[in-house]
């Protein structure tokens, strides 16, 4: 069976709580007729409810932008998994480029993100990749295998499939550049291959492969074609009802 393309958005910091619930809507309209796509929204946390209730029963499911590794404690400013679980989100996004750069995120801790994920039976769609540096010095492989493994050290194949990786080189990410379909295909090929070490093939094929970089309606179709790239993790197109819907017809297009 094919894999089912997974469209997410992340608003990143961006949106007050009413602008959030209007975008919501207009995503859910725009987006209901596309099912053979799965679709998310990840608005900030402060509009989780009030999003939540927008998308309640609709075909846009409900993600957040973080999580921390403890369930609870005093841990001041800090949310846990059994707290977005209990507002309905059904997907986390753990390790983006920003929480590395800004916020001191490692391999490690995004690993112990991605257990308490598991744990409350969501679902984590850990990001990968490289910087400019990184893919100018050759070493883009080395860094995405370091991420994936350390991203999925303990995760066995039992849990495989609440599992999305996110392919995101830092170069093309807010940047307006873009990895080229064939660039983006061989690194979502190498973690394919790198996901039936970890795993088995049977396992690794049926993993969905996000691919997140500025990704936009004017270069979806391209992006979606190629046989690795199962999806994309949207940053400011996902802000614009419109551009986002284009991109999840596209996503629908390249299964249909």
């Known amino acids: 069976m094919a894999r089912k393309p997974f469209i997410c958005g992340n608003w990143k910091m961006n949106t007050t709580v009413r602008e959030g619930a209007t975008l919501a809507v207009d995503v859910a309209r725009l987006c209901a007729r596309h099912r053979s796509v799965e679709v998310a929204a990840a608005p900030p946390f402060t509009h989780l409810e009030a999003v939540g209730k927008r998308l309640e029963d609709g075909p846009v499911q409900l993600a957040a932008q973080n999580v921390h590794f403890e369930a609870k404690g005093a841990f001041t400013g800090e949310v846990s998994a059994p707290m977005l679980k209990s507002l309905g989100v059904k997907h986390v996004i753990v390790g983006h480029s920003e929480r590395r750069q800004f916020f001191g995120e490692t391999d490690e801790t995004v690993n112990r993100r991605v257990q308490a994920i598991l744990g409350e039976g969501l679902s984590a769609i850990a990001c ?118 284009a991109i999840v017809a596209a996503a629908a297009e390249s299964v249909a």
């Open 128 to 245: 990968v990749g490289e910087t400019l540096d990184e893919r100018e010095a050759g070493t883009t492989l080395e860094v995405v295998e370091r991420q994936v493994r350390g991203a999925l050290a303990g995760v066995g194949t039992d849990q495989a499939g609440a599992i999305t990786i996110a392919y995101e080189p830092v170069w093309a990410i807010g940047t307006g550049r873009t990895a080229t379909p064939e660039q983006a295909q061989d690194v979502h090929a190498a973690i394919r291959g790198l996901l039936a070490e970890i795993w088995d093939r049977p396992t690794a094929e049926d993993c969905r492969i996000q691919y997140g970089g500025s990704m936009k309606p004017e270069n979806a179709a391209e992006l979606l074609s190629k046989p690795d790239v199962d999806g994309g993790l949207i940053g400011g197109a996902a802000l614009d009802a419109e551009s986002f819907a």
